[in-house]
């Protein structure tokens, strides 16, 4: 298959099914402040911002779905880290959600849009730019991670759901389509690489995370169908000091999130 036409079916294969938000911050019983932020390539991203009462600037979690999710599926999370005391920005990654559309998204234009969000949390005086911390889920729990790596004063990330190299989820995927490995899908996943401008060695959080200078905690279902738990536990082995929360849920970690919310904001407050 020649670049033009593989380009082309790797697009359609890989599109994104953009879903529409099913609950809003209000039906979680937070004010928010609804806004729009400019991503690196001029895009608006969606975004809620709820921020924290009082005059002195807040500690503050940037909030990252998965692969054709977005902000409002994050919800369950907000409301617990705001009680904690932590503003709250969730994002719509571009091509989900409310956010502008885009040709095709990937592992890096989520780490991307996470650093989009940073930006400009860094940019409001009621944050405090010294406790910035990152939550994200799946493809976003490898986008903050990635965008932690570069970052080396962040207070904490919280990876849930994480799988630990791009290629093995590539290699699942393939073969869940009836792709054989040897040649066509060792070569489709030469072609991602080239097409999205980095090397899975190198965004693969197994190779980001032990660069991460802040304290991590990965959380992961011990019933993911999607990402098998023996990958979380690789990437918990891959850097001394990691936490792994192992907890009785599948890939989507929100019907155990009453046993983990607890621990999350604990461990977001720990000293540093």
């Known amino acids: 298959m020649s670049p033009a036409p593989l380009r082309r079916w790797l697009l359609r294969r890989f599109a994104v099914a953009r879903e529409a938000h099913t609950a809003t911050p209000?039906?979680?019983?937070?004010?928010?402040?609804?806004?729009?932020?400019?991503?690196?390539d001029g895009r608006r991203l969606h975004g809620w911002f709820v921020p924290v009462a009082g005059s002195?600037?807040?500690?503050?979690?940037?909030?990252?779905h998965g692969w054709g999710a977005n902000a409002s599926l994050m919800l369950p999370l907000a409301r617990p880290l705001h009680e904690a005391g932590h503003a709250v920005l969730l994002i719509?990654?571009?091509?989900?959600?409310?956010s502008e559309d885009i040709d095709f998204m990937s592992l890096p234009r989520f780490a991307e849009d996470v650093a989009a969000g940073l930006d400009w949390l860094g940019g409001r005086h009621d944050v405090d730019h010294a406790r910035l911390s990152l939550i994200g889920h799946s493809v976003g729990a490898a986008a903050v991670l990635l965008e932690?790596?570069?970052r080396p004063h962040l207070n904490a990330?919280?990876?849930?759901?994480?799988?630990?190299?791009?290629?093995?989820m590539m290699r699942r995927h393939l073969s869940a389509m009836g792709l054989p490995w040897h040649p066509l899908g060792a070569l489709v996943t030469l072609y991602v690489q080239h097409l999205i401008g980095a090397r899975f060695d190198d965004i693969a959080p197994v190779s980001t995370l032990p660069r991460v200078r802040c304290p991590v905690l990965l959380?992961?279902?011990?019933?993911?169908?999607?990402?098998?738990?023996?990958?979380?536990r690789r990437l918990a082995a891959s850097r001394v000091g990691t936490l792994l929360v192992e907890v009785d849920a599948g890939h989507d970690l929100s019907p155990a999130l009453q046993q983990t919310r607890s621990r999350f904001t604990a461990f977001l407050e720990s000293p540093r």
Do not use: C, K, N, Q
């Open 56 to 64: 002195a600037p807040a500690p503050a979690v940037l909030v990252m």
């Open 92 to 98: 719509d990654a571009r091509g989900h959600g409310a």
């Open 26 to 40: 209000a039906d979680h019983g937070l004010v928010a402040v609804e806004v729009g932020l400019p991503a690196r």
């Open 219 to 232: 959380a992961h279902g011990l019933h993911d169908d999607t990402v098998p738990l023996a990958e979380a």
């Open 148 to 150: 932690a790596s570069r």
């Open 157 to 168: 990330v919280i990876a849930l759901s994480a799988f630990a190299h791009p290629r093995d």
